[in-house]
Each structure stands twice: as C-alpha cells, then as structure tokens.
C-alpha cells in the first residue's frame, strides 16, 4: 500500500533524500544540462537562426531516429566535425544522464515523473530481451551494445542492462558513456567518408544514402515499438 502511494503521490518523496543520493546528483546534472543545452540554442537563434535550426535538428533526429541520420544532416548541411560529432556527443551524454537515475528510481518503486512510466516500463522490458547475453560478456556485452546507432539499442538500452546485471552506478555510467563516444567517433568516420563519397554522384547521391539511412532508422523504430506492444501485458 505504501508502494502504491509513493507512486501515485510524487510529493510524498523525500526530495532531499532522492537528491542526496548519487542517482539525484546525476538526474540533476542532467537537468541542467539539458536547459542550459534549450538555453544556448535559444539564444543561438538570435544570432544565427540557420545554425541553431542545424544543431536542432540534429538532436531531433538524434532523439527519434538515431546517431547516424543525426550525423549525416549535419555533413549534408555543410557543418564540421567539431558541431556535428559535439552536438551528438552532448545529446546522447544528458540522454544517459537522464535515463540512468529515472530507472534507477523505477526499479525502487519510485517513479518521479509517472507519465514517463509507461516508456521506461517499455524499455526496461526491451532491455531484459539482451538481459542473458549481457551477463554473459558482461562490460563488453554492454560496450557492444552501444555500438548499435539506432533508438532503444544504444546507450539507454545500455544504461538498462547495467542496472539489471547489477553494475555498480559509477561503473555503469563510465561503461556506457565511453562505448558512447566510441562509437561516435567510428560512426563520424563511417557517415562523412559515405556522404564524401555520395556528393560525388551528385544531389541525388546524397538524398539516395539519407534515404536509405532514414528507412532503415524508421524500420528498426518501428519494429522496436512493435516488439515492445506485444510484449506488453494484458
């Protein structure tokens, strides 16, 4: 009975408590992080509204359909590697710094935000398909795993499985931010090389290779969505 009022009256939490731990510290670096991020495109918008539509959407894409669509609209529009690898870098760092503690949190029955319940429900369960042979690999499995560039297989996935096999907080987070940016940097290498070789053959090069990169990022979503609603509960 407790449980069920923890979760359905957040302001019962002991905030200071939740804050004070080390799941706390890193939901709100976190926080900041992402409203400094908002803050910054704002204000970059005053001074230069093309750049800060670039780097928008790119967190969007990044956000919805993965690193490498997000890493080839930034090549397309004609940004270097220094904007377009930091900002996929920065997104999916204060993603992990978000995710990790709210799951942390929901594995305690201590849901902060219940609207977001149901999402991380879902990924909790997707995360416990790769749950065997990550506990197999272990650090490696996850390392591996976050290579994946495309939404729900990458870095959040990665952030779940550590909590599930039991690594410890700080073990998990340096696990799954340096398989990050790993592969990050491999998949910045992979997409300018392709894009470099696309312009080649002109504008239609480029719209066949984000064509082919687009459908394959709204497939994998699309399956993940639909493999997540059958295995929800009745």
């Known amino acids: 009975m407790k449980s069920t009022q923890n979760q359905t009256n957040p302001k019962d ?4 408590r939740i804050f004070g731990s080390f799941e706390g510290l890193i939901l709100a670096i976190g926080i900041l992080s992402a409203l400094l991020g908002l803050g910054l495109i704002g204000v970059l918008a005053i001074w230069s509204p093309e750049l800060s539509g670039i780097i928008g959407s790119m967190v969007f894409s990044n ?21 377009v690898i930091g900002v996929n870098l920065l997104t999916e760092t204060i993603l992990v710094l978000l995710f990790f503690p709210l799951f942390v949190f929901s594995l305690n029955k201590l849901p902060l935000f219940p609207k977001l319940q149901t999402l991380i429900e879902r990924i909790h369960r997707q995360a416990e398909k790769h749950q065997d042979w990550v506990r197999r690999y272990g650090v490696i499995g996850i390392f591996l795993l976050v290579f994946f560039p495309f939404w729900m297989t990458g870095p959040v996935i990665g952030c779940a499985l550590g909590c599930l096999i039991g690594l410890r907080p700080l073990h998990n987070l340096v696990t799954v931010l340096s398989g990050t940016f790993l592969a990050m940097l491999a998949w910045a290498w992979l997409l300018y090389g392709l894009h470099t070789q696309a312009t080649l053959f002109g504008s239609w090069g480029l719209l066949l290779l984000f064509g082919v990169l687009l459908g394959i990022a ?17």
Not at 13 to 16: A, G, I, L, P, Q
Not at 68 to 74: C, F, N, P, Q, R
Not at 229 to 234: A, H
């Open 63 to 83: 956000l919805m359909l993965g690193r490498s669509v997000s890493l080839l609209i930034g090549y397309a529009a004609g940004q270097g590697h220094l904007l």
């Open 218 to 234: 709204v497939a994998g979503y699309w399956f993940n969505i639909r493999q997540a609603r059958v295995s929800e509960p009745d």
């Open 13 to 16: 939490y002991n905030w200071r």
